[in-house]
Protein backbone atom coordinates (compact mmCIF):
# COMPACT_ATOMS: atom_id res chain seq x y z
CA UNK A 1 0.00 0.00 0.00
CA UNK A 2 0.94 3.44 -0.81
CA UNK A 3 0.93 6.55 1.39
CA UNK A 4 0.90 10.15 0.44
CA UNK A 5 1.38 12.71 3.45
CA UNK A 6 0.77 16.24 2.64
CA UNK A 7 -2.51 18.73 3.45
CA UNK A 8 -1.72 20.99 0.07
CA UNK A 9 -2.47 17.75 -2.08
CA UNK A 10 -5.67 16.94 0.02
CA UNK A 11 -6.51 20.54 -0.19
CA UNK A 12 -6.14 20.35 -4.48
CA UNK A 13 -3.01 22.87 -4.52
CA UNK A 14 -0.93 20.72 -5.97
CA UNK A 15 -1.01 17.11 -7.60
CA UNK A 16 0.40 14.02 -6.37
CA UNK A 17 3.10 12.76 -8.30
CA UNK A 18 4.94 10.16 -5.84
CA UNK A 19 1.83 7.75 -5.74
CA UNK A 20 1.76 7.02 -9.24
CA UNK A 21 5.36 7.07 -9.05
CA UNK A 22 5.61 4.13 -6.47
CA UNK A 23 2.79 2.52 -7.65
CA UNK A 24 4.45 1.98 -11.12
CA UNK A 25 7.68 1.09 -9.43
CA UNK A 26 6.40 -1.44 -7.14
CA UNK A 27 4.34 -3.04 -10.36
CA UNK A 28 7.65 -3.44 -12.02
CA UNK A 29 9.02 -4.94 -9.47
CA UNK A 30 6.22 -7.60 -8.72
CA UNK A 31 4.34 -5.71 -6.10
CA UNK A 32 1.10 -5.41 -6.66
CA UNK A 33 -0.44 -1.74 -5.09
CA UNK A 34 -3.61 -2.55 -3.37
CA UNK A 35 -4.15 1.27 -2.97
CA UNK A 36 -2.93 4.82 -3.06
CA UNK A 37 -4.04 6.91 -0.08
CA UNK A 38 -3.83 10.69 0.35
CA UNK A 39 -3.97 11.84 3.47
CA UNK A 40 -3.40 15.39 5.07
CA UNK A 41 -1.15 16.15 7.65
CA UNK A 42 -3.48 15.77 10.76
CA UNK A 43 -2.34 13.51 13.42
CA UNK A 44 -5.56 10.90 13.69
CA UNK A 45 -6.00 10.61 10.36
CA UNK A 46 -2.45 10.15 9.01
CA UNK A 47 -2.28 7.50 11.87
CA UNK A 48 -5.77 5.51 10.80
CA UNK A 49 -4.34 5.65 7.71
CA UNK A 50 -0.16 4.05 8.28
CA UNK A 51 -2.37 1.67 10.98
CA UNK A 52 -4.44 0.22 8.04
CA UNK A 53 -1.43 0.35 5.92
CA UNK A 54 0.50 -1.78 8.06
CA UNK A 55 -2.16 -4.40 8.33
CA UNK A 56 -2.96 -4.54 4.63
CA UNK A 57 0.42 -4.67 3.46
CA UNK A 58 3.33 -6.54 2.73
CA UNK A 59 5.38 -3.66 1.69
CA UNK A 60 4.22 0.36 3.18
CA UNK A 61 5.93 2.91 0.97
CA UNK A 62 5.20 6.42 2.05
CA UNK A 63 5.75 9.78 0.84
CA UNK A 64 6.15 13.29 3.07
CA UNK A 65 5.87 14.54 6.01
CA UNK A 66 10.23 14.42 6.81
CA UNK A 67 10.76 17.79 7.05
CA UNK A 68 11.99 19.84 10.40
CA UNK A 69 8.57 21.73 11.24
CA UNK A 70 6.01 21.02 13.08
CA UNK A 71 3.06 19.26 10.41
CA UNK A 72 6.24 17.18 9.44
CA UNK A 73 4.87 13.82 11.57
CA UNK A 74 5.20 11.03 9.44
CA UNK A 75 8.06 9.64 11.21
CA UNK A 76 6.72 9.45 14.82
CA UNK A 77 3.03 8.55 13.73
CA UNK A 78 5.45 5.59 11.88
CA UNK A 79 7.17 4.95 15.29
CA UNK A 80 3.40 4.88 16.87
CA UNK A 81 1.65 2.59 15.04
CA UNK A 82 4.22 0.13 14.71
CA UNK A 83 4.54 0.21 18.46
CA UNK A 84 8.30 1.25 18.54
CA UNK A 85 10.11 3.68 20.43
CA UNK A 86 12.01 6.84 18.53
CA UNK A 87 15.87 7.57 19.15
CA UNK A 88 18.17 10.32 17.72
CA UNK A 89 20.76 8.48 15.13
CA UNK A 90 23.79 10.24 15.94
CA UNK A 91 25.30 9.43 12.63
CA UNK A 92 22.38 10.97 11.21
CA UNK A 93 22.64 13.76 13.39
CA UNK A 94 25.91 14.85 11.75
CA UNK A 95 25.24 13.82 8.29
CA UNK A 96 22.30 16.49 8.71
CA UNK A 97 24.29 19.18 10.72
CA UNK A 98 26.88 19.24 7.97
CA UNK A 99 24.06 19.62 5.48
CA UNK A 100 22.45 22.64 7.76
CA UNK A 101 25.97 24.09 8.36
CA UNK A 102 26.76 24.20 5.16
CA UNK A 103 22.72 25.66 4.45
CA UNK A 104 23.50 28.60 6.67
CA UNK A 105 26.26 29.36 5.71
CA UNK A 106 25.65 30.06 2.31
CA UNK A 107 22.12 31.80 2.97
CA UNK A 108 24.15 33.84 5.54
CA UNK A 109 21.89 33.02 8.80
CA UNK A 110 22.49 31.91 12.19
CA UNK A 111 22.97 27.69 12.67
CA UNK A 112 20.89 27.93 15.29
CA UNK A 113 17.82 28.38 13.59
CA UNK A 114 18.47 25.27 12.11
CA UNK A 115 19.74 22.86 14.84
CA UNK A 116 15.84 22.03 16.52
CA UNK A 117 15.08 21.06 12.71
CA UNK A 118 18.10 18.76 12.96
CA UNK A 119 17.48 17.00 16.20
CA UNK A 120 13.89 16.23 14.80
CA UNK A 121 14.97 14.88 11.00
CA UNK A 122 17.61 12.20 12.91
CA UNK A 123 15.14 11.10 15.15
CA UNK A 124 14.31 7.94 13.68
CA UNK A 125 11.84 4.72 15.14
CA UNK A 126 13.77 2.09 16.54
CA UNK A 127 15.55 -0.81 13.77
CA UNK A 128 15.24 1.86 11.15
CA UNK A 129 17.68 1.84 8.26
CA UNK A 130 19.09 5.33 7.00
CA UNK A 131 18.34 5.14 2.76
CA UNK A 132 20.59 8.53 3.11
CA UNK A 133 19.45 12.30 2.73
CA UNK A 134 17.88 14.15 0.29
CA UNK A 135 18.41 17.57 1.36
CA UNK A 136 18.35 17.42 4.74
CA UNK A 137 15.38 14.74 4.39
CA UNK A 138 16.63 11.26 5.40
CA UNK A 139 14.63 8.51 3.83
CA UNK A 140 13.95 5.29 5.70
CA UNK A 141 13.64 1.53 5.60
CA UNK A 142 12.03 0.14 8.62
CA UNK A 143 11.91 -3.90 8.95
CA UNK A 144 9.01 -5.82 10.05
CA UNK A 145 7.66 -9.50 11.09
CA UNK A 146 7.41 -11.96 8.18
CA UNK A 147 9.40 -9.68 6.01
CA UNK A 148 7.47 -7.01 5.53
CA UNK A 149 8.95 -3.12 5.14
CA UNK A 150 7.78 -0.41 5.53
CA UNK A 151 9.63 2.31 3.42
CA UNK A 152 9.58 6.50 4.38
CA UNK A 153 10.48 8.71 1.49
CA UNK A 154 10.40 12.66 1.32
CA UNK A 155 7.61 14.27 -0.42
CA UNK A 156 9.44 16.54 -3.02
CA UNK A 157 9.37 13.96 -6.32
CA UNK A 158 12.96 14.84 -7.29
CA UNK A 159 14.26 13.73 -3.55
CA UNK A 160 12.11 10.61 -3.34
CA UNK A 161 13.16 9.41 -6.67
CA UNK A 162 16.69 9.90 -5.87
CA UNK A 163 16.41 7.76 -2.46
CA UNK A 164 14.14 5.24 -4.21
CA UNK A 165 16.91 3.22 -6.08
CA UNK A 166 18.40 2.52 -2.18
CA UNK A 167 15.67 1.16 -0.95
CA UNK A 168 15.20 -1.30 -3.58
CA UNK A 169 18.52 -2.28 -2.93
CA UNK A 170 18.70 -2.92 0.80
CA UNK A 171 18.82 -6.30 1.86
CA UNK A 172 15.42 -6.45 3.51
CA UNK A 173 13.70 -4.90 0.18
CA UNK A 174 15.74 -7.47 -1.68
CA UNK A 175 13.96 -10.54 0.22
CA UNK A 176 10.70 -9.41 0.18
CA UNK A 177 11.65 -9.11 -3.92
CA UNK A 178 12.41 -12.91 -3.94
CA UNK A 179 8.94 -13.56 -3.27
CA UNK A 180 7.71 -12.38 -6.49
CA UNK A 181 7.91 -12.25 -9.93
CA UNK A 182 6.99 -9.23 -11.91
CA UNK A 183 4.68 -9.25 -14.57
CA UNK A 184 5.63 -8.71 -18.48
CA UNK A 185 4.65 -5.12 -19.81
CA UNK A 186 4.12 -4.13 -23.52
CA UNK A 187 3.32 -0.75 -24.69
CA UNK A 188 2.08 0.68 -27.62
CA UNK A 189 2.01 4.24 -28.22
CA UNK A 190 -0.83 5.69 -31.03
CA UNK A 191 -1.57 8.50 -32.65
CA UNK A 192 -4.67 10.01 -34.77
CA UNK A 193 -6.80 7.14 -33.52
CA UNK A 194 -9.71 7.81 -31.01
CA UNK A 195 -9.85 5.75 -27.50
CA UNK A 196 -13.20 4.08 -29.13
CA UNK A 197 -11.60 2.97 -31.57
CA UNK A 198 -9.05 1.34 -30.29
CA UNK A 199 -11.28 -0.47 -27.77
CA UNK A 200 -13.20 -1.73 -30.58
CA UNK A 201 -10.35 -2.81 -32.03
CA UNK A 202 -9.44 -4.50 -28.93
CA UNK A 203 -13.11 -6.18 -28.20
CA UNK A 204 -12.99 -7.72 -31.62
CA UNK A 205 -9.67 -9.38 -31.46
CA UNK A 206 -10.59 -11.11 -27.95
CA UNK A 207 -10.39 -8.86 -25.45
CA UNK A 208 -8.08 -9.16 -22.65
CA UNK A 209 -8.65 -11.40 -19.41
CA UNK A 210 -6.58 -14.69 -19.32
CA UNK A 211 -3.24 -13.22 -17.62
CA UNK A 212 -3.72 -10.51 -19.87
CA UNK A 213 -4.74 -6.90 -18.49
CA UNK A 214 -5.24 -4.33 -21.11
CA UNK A 215 -5.88 -0.61 -20.20
CA UNK A 216 -6.27 1.99 -22.65
CA UNK A 217 -5.66 5.48 -22.08
CA UNK A 218 -6.54 8.85 -23.81
CA UNK A 219 -2.92 10.94 -22.61
CA UNK A 220 -1.50 14.40 -24.44
CA UNK A 221 -3.59 13.94 -27.66
CA UNK A 222 -2.56 10.22 -28.04
CA UNK A 223 -3.80 6.89 -26.72
CA UNK A 224 -1.33 4.98 -24.73
CA UNK A 225 -2.06 1.03 -24.61
CA UNK A 226 -0.79 -1.05 -22.21
CA UNK A 227 -0.32 -4.73 -21.65
CA UNK A 228 0.24 -6.31 -18.03
CA UNK A 229 1.15 -9.60 -18.93
CA UNK A 230 0.99 -12.35 -15.63
CA UNK A 231 3.95 -14.73 -15.50
CA UNK A 232 2.44 -17.36 -17.71
CA UNK A 233 0.10 -15.67 -19.90
CA UNK A 234 2.88 -14.58 -22.49
CA UNK A 235 1.49 -17.38 -25.09
CA UNK A 236 -2.23 -15.60 -24.65
CA UNK A 237 -0.43 -11.88 -24.99
CA UNK A 238 1.31 -12.99 -28.10
CA UNK A 239 -1.81 -14.15 -29.64
CA UNK A 240 -3.92 -10.98 -28.43
CA UNK A 241 -1.43 -8.26 -29.97
CA UNK A 242 -1.68 -10.59 -33.29
CA UNK A 243 -5.05 -9.73 -33.64
CA UNK A 244 -5.22 -6.63 -31.85
CA UNK A 245 -2.07 -4.48 -33.25
CA UNK A 246 -2.51 -4.98 -37.34
CA UNK A 247 -6.14 -3.19 -36.75
CA UNK A 248 -4.43 -0.30 -35.81
CA UNK A 249 -0.68 -0.37 -37.55
CA UNK A 250 -1.25 2.58 -39.51
CA UNK A 251 -1.64 5.31 -36.21
CA UNK A 252 1.40 3.05 -34.20
CA UNK A 253 4.54 4.94 -33.81
CA UNK A 254 5.87 2.85 -30.94
CA UNK A 255 6.05 0.37 -29.01
CA UNK A 256 8.23 1.71 -26.14
CA UNK A 257 8.20 4.53 -23.86
CA UNK A 258 10.06 6.85 -25.66
CA UNK A 259 7.76 10.00 -25.98
CA UNK A 260 7.18 11.42 -29.40
CA UNK A 261 9.68 14.41 -29.23
CA UNK A 262 12.54 11.36 -28.89
CA UNK A 263 11.45 9.75 -31.77
CA UNK A 264 11.25 13.22 -33.86
CA UNK A 265 15.14 13.57 -32.85
CA UNK A 266 16.43 10.14 -33.57
CA UNK A 267 14.40 10.32 -37.04
CA UNK A 268 16.67 13.62 -37.57
CA UNK A 269 19.65 12.20 -36.23
CA UNK A 270 19.69 9.10 -39.08
CA UNK A 271 19.08 11.53 -41.49
CA UNK A 272 21.66 13.93 -40.76
CA UNK A 273 19.08 16.78 -40.52
CA UNK A 274 19.18 20.02 -37.92
CA UNK A 275 15.72 21.15 -36.70
CA UNK A 276 14.08 25.00 -35.48
CA UNK A 277 11.06 25.75 -34.46
CA UNK A 278 8.87 28.89 -35.00
CA UNK A 279 5.82 28.84 -32.73
CA UNK A 280 2.82 31.62 -32.20
CA UNK A 281 0.21 30.28 -29.62
CA UNK A 282 2.46 28.03 -28.01
CA UNK A 283 4.92 30.05 -26.94
CA UNK A 284 8.30 28.22 -27.20
CA UNK A 285 6.52 25.14 -25.94
CA UNK A 286 7.30 22.54 -29.15
CA UNK A 287 10.86 23.99 -28.40
CA UNK A 288 10.73 23.12 -24.82
CA UNK A 289 9.62 19.41 -25.42
CA UNK A 290 12.25 18.93 -27.63
CA UNK A 291 15.00 20.42 -25.34
CA UNK A 292 14.22 18.55 -22.49
CA UNK A 293 15.42 15.53 -23.96
CA UNK A 294 19.23 15.05 -23.07
CA UNK A 295 21.65 15.03 -25.73
CA UNK A 296 18.79 17.65 -28.03
CA UNK A 297 21.58 19.89 -29.19
CA UNK A 298 22.90 17.83 -31.85
CA UNK A 299 19.65 18.30 -34.37
CA UNK A 300 17.55 21.30 -32.42
CA UNK A 301 19.27 24.41 -33.29
CA UNK A 302 16.49 27.00 -31.75
CA UNK A 303 13.51 28.48 -31.93
CA UNK A 304 11.64 31.81 -32.75
CA UNK A 305 8.52 32.64 -30.54
CA UNK A 306 6.49 35.49 -33.10
CA UNK A 307 3.92 36.32 -31.23
CA UNK A 308 3.44 39.38 -32.33
CA UNK A 309 2.59 39.99 -36.44
CA UNK A 310 5.91 42.45 -36.25
CA UNK A 311 7.69 39.72 -35.14
CA UNK A 312 6.39 36.97 -37.93
CA UNK A 313 7.62 39.71 -40.54
CA UNK A 314 10.87 40.71 -39.05
CA UNK A 315 12.33 37.81 -37.41
CA UNK A 316 10.89 34.96 -39.93
CA UNK A 317 10.64 36.90 -43.24
CA UNK A 318 6.50 36.22 -43.42
CA UNK A 319 5.14 38.73 -45.90
CA UNK A 320 3.00 41.30 -44.28
CA UNK A 321 0.71 41.44 -47.13
CA UNK A 322 0.04 37.76 -46.86
CA UNK A 323 -0.69 38.26 -43.13
CA UNK A 324 -3.29 40.74 -44.62
CA UNK A 325 -4.62 38.62 -46.78
CA UNK A 326 -5.38 35.29 -44.95
CA UNK A 327 -4.82 36.67 -40.89
CA UNK A 328 -2.00 35.78 -38.86
CA UNK A 329 -4.17 31.91 -37.56
CA UNK A 330 -4.39 30.33 -41.19
CA UNK A 331 -2.51 27.73 -43.69
CA UNK A 332 -0.34 30.34 -45.32
CA UNK A 333 1.00 31.86 -42.41
CA UNK A 334 1.99 28.75 -40.81
CA UNK A 335 3.69 27.77 -43.70
CA UNK A 336 5.45 31.01 -44.16
CA UNK A 337 6.99 30.92 -40.66
CA UNK A 338 8.12 27.18 -41.27
CA UNK A 339 9.87 28.15 -44.22
CA UNK A 340 11.24 31.52 -42.59
CA UNK A 341 12.30 29.49 -39.47
CA UNK A 342 13.91 27.21 -41.85
CA UNK A 343 15.94 29.47 -43.81
CA UNK A 344 16.72 32.24 -41.11
CA UNK A 345 17.72 29.89 -38.63
CA UNK A 346 19.90 27.42 -41.46
CA UNK A 347 17.82 24.48 -40.10
CA UNK A 348 16.78 21.39 -42.74
CA UNK A 349 13.44 20.67 -41.05
CA UNK A 350 11.36 23.69 -39.40
CA UNK A 351 7.66 23.39 -37.49
CA UNK A 352 5.55 26.22 -36.94
CA UNK A 353 2.36 26.70 -34.93
CA UNK A 354 -0.40 29.12 -34.93
CA UNK A 355 -3.26 29.55 -33.42
CA UNK A 356 -6.28 30.60 -30.81
CA UNK A 357 -5.69 29.40 -27.65
CA UNK A 358 -8.19 31.67 -26.07
CA UNK A 359 -10.02 32.06 -24.15
CA UNK A 360 -10.00 35.36 -26.09
CA UNK A 361 -9.86 36.23 -29.63
CA UNK A 362 -11.68 34.04 -31.69
CA UNK A 363 -14.66 34.97 -33.86
CA UNK A 364 -17.29 33.11 -35.96
CA UNK A 365 -15.05 32.27 -39.43
CA UNK A 366 -11.91 31.10 -36.82
CA UNK A 367 -12.92 30.24 -33.20
CA UNK A 368 -10.83 29.48 -29.75
CA UNK A 369 -8.89 26.50 -30.93
CA UNK A 370 -8.46 26.46 -34.28
CA UNK A 371 -4.57 25.76 -34.85
CA UNK A 372 -2.76 25.48 -38.11
CA UNK A 373 0.57 23.10 -38.32
CA UNK A 374 3.03 23.21 -40.63
CA UNK A 375 6.55 21.15 -41.30
CA UNK A 376 8.92 21.64 -43.86
CA UNK A 377 11.83 19.82 -45.10
CA UNK A 378 14.61 19.00 -47.57
CA UNK A 379 11.76 17.43 -49.96
CA UNK A 380 8.66 19.44 -49.38
CA UNK A 381 6.30 20.69 -46.36
CA UNK A 382 2.76 19.74 -44.99
CA UNK A 383 0.60 21.17 -43.21
CA UNK A 384 -2.39 20.84 -41.10
CA UNK A 385 -5.67 22.34 -39.48
CA UNK A 386 -6.85 21.59 -36.18
CA UNK A 387 -9.93 22.70 -34.55
CA UNK A 388 -9.27 21.84 -30.66
CA UNK A 389 -11.66 21.55 -27.44
CA UNK A 390 -10.95 23.05 -24.00
CA UNK A 391 -8.93 25.53 -22.23
CA UNK A 392 -6.04 27.39 -22.92
CA UNK A 393 -3.48 24.86 -21.27
CA UNK A 394 -5.36 21.64 -23.29
CA UNK A 395 -5.12 23.58 -26.54
CA UNK A 396 -1.39 24.77 -26.63
CA UNK A 397 -0.66 21.12 -24.98
CA UNK A 398 -2.45 19.75 -28.23
CA UNK A 399 -0.78 21.90 -30.59
CA UNK A 400 2.52 20.70 -29.37
CA UNK A 401 1.54 17.15 -29.83
CA UNK A 402 0.36 18.05 -33.09
CA UNK A 403 3.28 19.62 -34.01
CA UNK A 404 5.69 17.02 -32.92
CA UNK A 405 4.01 14.24 -34.95
CA UNK A 406 3.74 16.69 -37.97
CA UNK A 407 7.61 16.40 -37.99
CA UNK A 408 7.78 12.82 -37.52
CA UNK A 409 5.10 12.01 -40.50
CA UNK A 410 7.04 14.17 -42.44
CA UNK A 411 10.11 12.72 -42.13
CA UNK A 412 8.70 8.59 -42.40
CA UNK A 413 6.09 9.35 -45.24
CA UNK A 414 4.93 11.44 -47.78
CA UNK A 415 4.48 14.92 -47.23
CA UNK A 416 1.08 14.71 -48.45
CA UNK A 417 0.02 11.17 -45.69
CA UNK A 418 -2.54 12.17 -42.63
CA UNK A 419 -1.15 13.14 -39.42
Keep these: MIVVTGSELVRGERTDLNGPFLAREALRLGLEPARIA?????????EAVLRAALEEGDAVLTSGGLGPTHDDRTVELVAKALGVRLHVDAELAAQIEGVSRAAAQRLKRDYGDFAPGVTKQATVPDGARSLGLAGTAPGLLIPRDGGRIIVVLPGPPSELQRLWPSAVETDEFRSLLAHTQPPGRRVLRLFGVSESAVARALAEAGGDGDGVEVTICARDFEIHVDLVVQPGAEVRADALEAAFVPQLEQWLYGRDERGVEEHVL??????????????SCTGGLVAARLTSVPGSSDVVLGGVVAYANGVKEAELGVPAELIAAHGAVSAEVAAGMARGARERL???VAVAVTGIAGPDGGSAEKPVGLVYLHAEGPDGGVGREFSFPGDRASIRARSVVGALHLVRRLLTQSPDSSV
Design 266 to 279: ELCRVRGLRLATAE
Design 346 to 348: GAD
Design 38 to 46: IVGDEPEEL
